[in-house]
């Protein structure tokens, strides 16, 4: 599907609704004459960390265990700041000396003070970039929706007419799809960020040199009640989430480097099976909430416990049959994080070129997301009832989603899923 289907798809849902892994390998090199700015690793977080076997495990069968325990509603969950994540917040997050990268106070508090820092015409760029992102969004999360029907509806052996099973080719091409979408939303904000760049004044940069990246706590704290009055009024929903995320993301941007904007958490890729449902939506909507960081490998190792040897033998296959795509990636994200960077000297580069770098990083997630859901129904389908039972105990929270998706973390009516047909090796 090229990018006038796309556009089309688009048009319609808006319409209707170690060392590098083992300790003998090494992360990709950087580009010839590029200093070596990597962050330090506080925490024990690098993407070295995020690419190893033991991280990329235990995630992947964390997503295994939600996608067997869960239903479409949700595994179609995902936070919006794993939506063109270039920028180095991630990693801002996962660092954090105050230990808050994963609490609401710390998007709350270093998007207040942005907002506080930049004058009225620097804040009505971001207030303009938030509406136009605020569709993007909106049709990324809907195209999602195809790709979690097809793995469901294989996993459950409810093929429609025609079909004959999951399609590794047309998951591929869909994904690119995705993930250009995903590319041209990055360069959009890229170029919103260079021009309130270009436009700080010496006063507003050292403000911003004040606050440290990767501690939070020296950032001045901000009043809830006075963020609220910083906020675009009459804002949608999205229109706020993503008014926020370019607050916050600036900052990251600003004060970081292109290994931060190069990181990525381990759940990165493959996005499509619950995994973030089960771990963040406790989360949502609450002011001082600590979203667990040992959650993932706690509950992935004790779903490998739970496997039979067969099933975990295959489990434990696929950090090797993944490696070269993992290494693909951390390519194409450096490619790509050290294109936007360019638009802080007020230069970036074209959106077709950034087109291209996400339609490559989409056929290496597409690969993934093939790889991982084949594996999942897999086991799935050799599970006898005792040790679904088993699982599902597993699981603690219970998944009561069904007849409904995810806009982000906002449940919409679904009764009817869309038609995934031409990713189940029919319709084309």
Same mark, same amino acid.
């Not at 998007?111 to 930049?118: E, K, P």
């Not at 590319?183 to 403000?207: D, I, K, N």
């Given at each position: 599907?090229?990018?006038? &289907?796309?556009?089309?798809?688009?048009?319609?849902?808006? &319409?209707?609704? +170690?060392?590098? =892994? /083992?300790?003998?390998?090494?992360?990709? #090199?950087?580009?010839a004459g590029e200093p070596d700015r990597r962050p330090p690793r506080e925490g024990g977080y690098s993407l070295e960390q995020a690419v190893s076997d033991r991280a990329q495990l235990h995630t992947i069968a964390f997503s295994g265990l939600a996608f067997?325990?869960?239903?479409?509603? +949700?595994?179609?969950?995902? #936070? #919006?700041?794993?939506? &063109?994540?270039?920028?180095?917040?991630?990693?801002?997050?996962?660092?954090?000396?105050?230990g808050k990268g994963h609490n609401p106070m710390f998007l709350d508090r270093i998007?207040?003070?942005?907002?506080?820092?930049?004058s009225g015409p620097q804040r009505r760029i971001f207030e303009q970039a938030a509406r136009e992102e605020a569709a993007q969004l909106e049709a990324i999360a809907r195209f999602r929706l195809p790709l979690v029907a097809a793995f469901h509806q294989d996993l459950a052996g409810r093929l429609p007419a025609g079909c004959s099973g999951l399609d590794r080719l047309a998951v591929r091409a869909y994904v690119a799809d995705l993930f250009e979408l995903d590319?041209?939303?990055?360069?959009?904000? =890229? /170029?919103?960020?260079?021009?309130?760049?270009?436009?700080?004044?010496?006063?507003? /940069?050292?403000?911003?040199?004040a606050w440290k990246f990767g501690d939070f706590r020296t950032w001045p704290e901000v009043d809830r009640e006075a963020l609220r009055d910083l906020r675009p009024r009459a804002a949608s929903k999205l229109e706020s989430v993503a008014y926020m995320t370019l607050a916050s993301e600036f900052f990251s941007w600003l004060a970081?480097?292109?290994?931060?904007?190069?990181?990525?958490? #381990?759940e990165r890729h493959g996005t499509y099976f619950g995994g973030f449902y089960f771990k963040d939506l406790p989360a949502m909507g609450q002011k001082d909430f600590d979203i667990s960081t040992s959650l993932t490998g706690d509950s992935g190792e004790a779903f490998l416990?739970?496997?039979?040897? &067969?099933?975990? +033998?295959?489990?434990? +296959?696929?950090?090797?049959?993944?490696?070269?795509?993992?290494?693909?990636?951390?390519?194409v994200r450096r490619a790509i994080a050290s294109k936007l960077r360019t638009f802080q000297k007020g230069a970036g580069p074209t959106e077709t070129d950034l087109r291209a770098?996400?339609?490559r990083y989409g056929e290496l997630d597409g690969e993934l997301a093939y790889l991982y859901a084949s594996?999942?129904?897999?086991?799935?389908?050799?599970?006898?009832?005792?040790?679904?039972? /088993?699982?599902?105990?597993?699981?603690?929270q219970p998944s009561r989603e069904a007849g409904t998706a995810f806009l982000y973390s906002d449940r919409i009516p679904m009764p009817q899923w869309p038609d995934a047909s031409f990713l189940l090796g029919g319709r084309r």
């Open positions: 599907m090229r990018l006038g &289907a796309v556009s089309a798809i688009i048009v319609l849902s808006l &319409a209707v609704g +170690a060392a590098w =892994a /083992r300790g003998d390998r090494q992360p990709p #090199p950087r580009p067997l325990t869960g239903e479409p509603g +949700a595994s179609s969950f995902i #936070p #919006p700041g794993k939506v &063109a994540d270039f920028f180095g917040f991630q990693y801002l997050r996962d660092i954090d000396a105050g998007a207040g003070n942005v907002m506080r820092l930049l590319a041209c939303l990055a360069w959009h904000r =890229a /170029r919103a960020f260079g021009a309130v760049a270009q436009s700080l004044s010496e006063a507003q /940069r050292r403000t911003l040199g970081g480097s292109v290994e931060a904007d190069t990181y990525f958490c #381990p416990a739970a496997l039979t040897p &067969a099933q975990r +033998a295959r489990m434990e +296959a696929v950090p090797d049959q993944q490696r070269e795509l993992l290494r693909g990636i951390v390519t770098l996400g339609r594996t999942f129904t897999a086991i799935g389908r050799s599970a006898d009832a005792p040790q679904l039972a /088993r699982l599902r105990s597993l699981r603690g």
